[in-house]
């Protein structure tokens, strides 16, 4: 049987607080137009957006963070770098092929480290600012902190790279030139509209230059408003495990590959 609806209830549904999301839902109309107050939230939420796409990424602060946790860093840098910070960051924006290889320097000090090392690493954790270096900021150690203590202690990792101006692909090469089984990129995401520090991490069994999406596992939308530091932690262990045991990654690598005790679950 239905029932009549008193206007106070649709008048509640207005009220940002009353949804179980931030998405755009609801918005009320004063007239023929939208309110006030969600143009305004939707003006400023733009702004984010932008602040985040263009925001540098706090090398400083990423490599204290390390060192206290006392894990090594190296710094590296894209094709990009030959530009300054802020016009290199418009640059990086145009010509993503740029940010997808390290400037030759780089690479080269990589091979020179990996010269030098005779024992290759089995994983290689990379942070690129990608779109958001606010993600990375916000959440790459913390993130760390969640997923490092669930792998194998005989897994041996390579120093922790921080990349600026850098796109997904930058991984392939640096993981190729450490030799590295495995590469765990983690990369801020494009900003949404309610999501300016959105999180993700790739994970590339056997890093080639060439490597293609089909052939990464993809975990996103990792905040405080969306997937929480341990259960992605869980998620990004789960294909780590699954990669060596499989020895590869991407669409051959699902949940419903793995073994019924090893699947995530919700």
Not at 55 to 74: E, K, S, V
Not at 151 to 173: K, N
Request: aromatic share 4%; proline share 6%; hydrophobic share 40%.
């Amino acid at each position: 049987m239905s029932r009549e609806i008193d206007s106070r209830e649709i008048d509640k549904l207005d009220e940002p607080q009353a949804l179980p999301t931030t998405a755009r839902l609801s918005l009320g109309l004063t007239g023929a137009a939208i309110p006030t107050r969600e143009q305004l939230r939707f003006q400023l939420d733009h702004a984010l957006a932008r602040d985040a796409v263009h925001t540098l990424l706090d090398i400083p602060a990423l490599l204290h963070g390390l060192q206290q946790r006392g894990r090594a860093g190296f710094v590296l840098r894209s094709a990009i770098e030959g530009e300054s910070r802020q016009k290199g960051r418009h640059l990086y924006l145009r010509r993503p092929d740029l940010g997808r290889t390290l400037h030759p320097d780089f690479a080269q000090a990589l091979r020179d480290y990996a010269a030098s090392t005779p024992e290759k690493p089995d994983v290689a954790f990379i942070l690129v600012d990608g779109l958001s270096a606010l993600a990375i900021e916000r959440h790459a150690l913390p993130l760390l902190d969640a997923l490092l203590p669930t792998l194998d202690d005989h897994s041996s990792l390579a120093p922790i790279c921080i990349v600026s101006q850098g796109r997904v692909a930058i991984g392939d090469e640096i993981g190729h030139l450490l030799g590295a089984k495995l590469v765990v990129l983690m990369i801020g995401e494009r900003p949404g509209l309610s999501s300016p520090d959105s999180l993700g991490v790739y994970i590339t069994w056997n890093p080639l230059p060439g490597r293609t999406d089909a052939e990464r596992n993809c975990v996103s939308n990792i905040r405080q408003e969306g997937l929480s530091y341990n259960d992605a932690a869980q998620r990004i262990a789960f294909y780590m495990k699954e990669a060596r045991r499989l020895e590869t990654t991407g669409i051959a690598l699902k949940e419903t590959s793995a073994p019924e005790s090893s699947r995530v679950s919700d």
